[in-house]
């Protein structure tokens, strides 16, 4: 009989949305009692430390003792709740839960880390949306192309002229810091590269770290045939028959087909997923499709998200899962596994192939792999 092995990801998961929770829990406290004051609308971390959930995904020997650490604490509550109900014993019950609690290996400085950035906490105020990125890509093309260049990569001539040569912004970089880290890196500048507090307003900033996650995401599948990492379906205003929904975000927890239009007949309309056409005609949804999307911003962020010119997008069917994050990708209109562009990082075993046996078309396989296969992302040591 085998030994079931313990599951550190699991474990991971747990103690990452534990610290999470009671940080940001923490300063909500201290925001409604005034003792945090606010950057650019919101709440900043008012202490020197935080704690630093990168850590765990680094070192598991961190983990470990971590929960070696809670289990000595643990077992040290116990003991008291015991020395009270006991009491020929309390003396000695109090004697070894304080020496559990001293002696536990805690993992010392390594779960603490230097909040120099105030916003750590600090989120985008609107959902990452189509007319962010393309805002974020005008802003970034007038003050940052010269240094990161076009594809973040940061290897122009300018850029390695300087004494620190700027960071590769079509990496994990973006997914392994907080929003509010590069918030503040914007804001105040960071290395060679000037503050932007001046020149541009809170919005911009959070525009242009918008377009940073598309561009490297499109980075991403044009380098791989994937999505790297999980990337978000940009929220954008839409025009529906016989609906009040009028934007992408109103359908929270649903799948969503986004169909870009072209000279092909447009796919019928499917019970399982809410469907959007963009590209379609300038008045209203149109053909078998009920909502369309005719915002200006729409059709280049996707250009953006994707890696593909605008030109070439019709035909591209793109789907999202209940959690939003961008999913799969076809532009044959014949659905297969191989369309499967993101992928849990942290998923074990292989619903997509125990799926296949199951049957069905190849949409019927991707949107039951979407459900049996969430994407648990980490974002600057934290699950989303």
């Keep these: ?17 534990a610290m999470q929770g009671a940080q940001l829990g923490l300063l909500r406290l201290l925001s409604w009692l005034h003792l945090a004051r606010d950057i ?7 202490f020197a430390l935080r704690l630093s959930g990168e850590v765990l995904l680094i070192d598991h020997n ?8 809670l289990g000595c604490l643990v077992a040290a ?7 009270v109900a006991w009491r020929r014993r309390r003396w000695l019950l109090l004697g070894l839960a304080v020496a559990l609690v001293l002696l536990a290996p805690w993992p010392d400085q390594a779960l603490l880390t230097t909040a120099a950035t105030p916003t750590s906490f600090h989120t985008s105020p609107e959902r990452f949306s189509a007319a962010g990125i393309v805002r974020g890509e005008q802003l970034y093309r007038q003050q940052c192309i010269a240094c990161h260049g076009a594809d973040g990569r940061g290897n122009t001539p300018l850029g390695l002229s300087l004494e620190v040569a700027p960071p590769n912004l079509s990496s994990g970089l973006l997914w392994r810091r907080f929003d509010g880290d590069l918030y503040w890196s914007l804001r105040h500048g960071k290395g060679g590269m000037p503050a932007f507090e001046a020149s541009t307003s809170p919005a911009d900033r959070w525009a242009l770290l918008d377009y940073l996650k598309a561009n490297a995401a499109g980075v991403g599948v044009t380098d791989t045939g994937s ?3 999980p990337v978000a379906l940009p929220d954008m205003a839409l025009d529906c028959r016989a609906s009040t929904v009028t934007r992408l975000d109103q359908w929270q927890g649903q799948r969503i087909r986004l169909v870009i239009g072209g000279t092909a007949p447009l796919p019928s309309e499917d019970p399982r997923l809410q469907s959007v056409l963009l590209g379609g005609q300038a008045s209203g949804a149109v053909g078998a499709i009920a909502c369309a999307s005719h915002e200006a911003t729409a059709l280049r962020a996707i250009a953006i998200l994707t890696g593909v010119p605008e030109e070439r997008l019709a035909g591209t069917e793109l789907l999202a899962d209940r959690d939003g994050w961008l999913r799969a990708r076809n532009s044959s209109g014949q659905w297969s596994q191989q369309d499967m562009l993101c992928r849990s990082p942290l998923a074990s075993g292989s619903p997509v192939a125990q799926v296949a046996q199951v049957g069905g078309s190849g949409l019927d396989q991707l949107i039951a792999a979407m459900d049996e296969e969430p994407v ?7 699950v989303h």
Excluded: H, T, Y
């Excluded at 509550?77 to 020395?83: E, R």
């Design 376 to 382: 648990r992302f980490i974002k600057g040591g934290f």
């Design 227 to 229: 999505w790297p990492r």
């Design 62 to 69: 961190v983990v470990r003792a971590l929960v070696s650490a």
């Design 77 to 83: 509550l116990l003991l008291l709740a015991l020395a």
């Design 1 to 17: 009989m085998s030994i079931p092995q313990f599951d550190w990801e699991a474990c991971i998961n747990l103690m990452l949305q």
């Design 40 to 46: 650019d609308g919101q709440p900043a971390w008012p």
